[in-house]
């Protein structure tokens, strides 16, 4: 049986990588900024890569918007 052994990072240490390309892992927003999506969320109701969104409310977990036209 062969044993590995796994690297473990701190939180703290993931935190503070920088690198181009990759957003901060804190992200700031204020009601009534536009926004865009990134993923296709519900393709159904408009909600798709680049949909334009404006802010509409900020909840612990979840940012409230309404899509621009």
Not at 16 to 38: A, T, W
Not at 51 to 58: F, K, M, N
């Amino acid at each position: 049986m062969k044993i590995t052994k796994l690297k473990v990072f701190t939180s703290e240490f993931l935190n503070e990588i920088n690198c181009s390309g990759i957003p901060n892992h804190r992200l700031r927003l204020k009601v009534g900024v536009p926004i865009m999506l990134l993923r296709n969320i519900d393709q159904d109701n408009g909600l798709c890569n680049r949909t334009r969104l404006q802010v509409i409310d900020l909840k612990k977990n979840v940012i409230c918007g309404a899509v621009l036209t």
